[in-house]
């Protein structure tokens, strides 16, 4: 048994390096610079007196539904739909002169049928924005978290303006998705890797 699974193994890792987009990780522009570990991924920017840092994690980021859906209208020889993976992510911008870090967490919303009518919608949402203390590790429960359901949207609007301002746009949401979706099949790559290893270990 083990045998034929090592075998599956080496067909599905040839057959995924072949669809494999990109050999290294695509660059997000704007001077962002990347640090990866594992499936966590962090990108940081400086400007004036700021330093601006966006985490975010590969685990769980291939949205389900998607696959639900094309199974039924997928034609036996069409190739399988590109899978892309859309992580939640944490915006902390963290002035100089602070104490205090701002922290907003963002999502890509799984339907987006609510935006049709508007011309320019975002394809990323704020869900919760508080403040937590700079270079602490742990964010503390006791700190206030505003959610954003319930938020004036004039509130909301500047809040994504003083995001755009600071390089957290539509743009970059589209190339952290690339990026994300990249590291997302990589990594899916070296699990299958490690996994054929393990088959073969006897």
Known sequence: ?????????????????KIQKHKSLPKVSGGWELEVHGTEAKLVRKIAGEKITVTFNINNSIPTSAEDDTQEQQKPDEQEPELTSTPNFVVEVIKDDTKQTLVLDCHFPEDEIGHEGEEESDIFTIREVSFQPTGEADW???????NTDSLDWALYDHLMDFLADRGVDNTFADELIELSTALEHQEYIKFLEDLKSFVKCQ
Not at 1 to 17: N, P, V
């Open 140 to 146: 503390k429960d006791t700190n206030y978290t505003l």
């Open 1 to 17: 048994g083990d045998k034929a699974f090592a075998q599956f193994l080496t067909d599905e890792i040839q057959e995924e390096k």
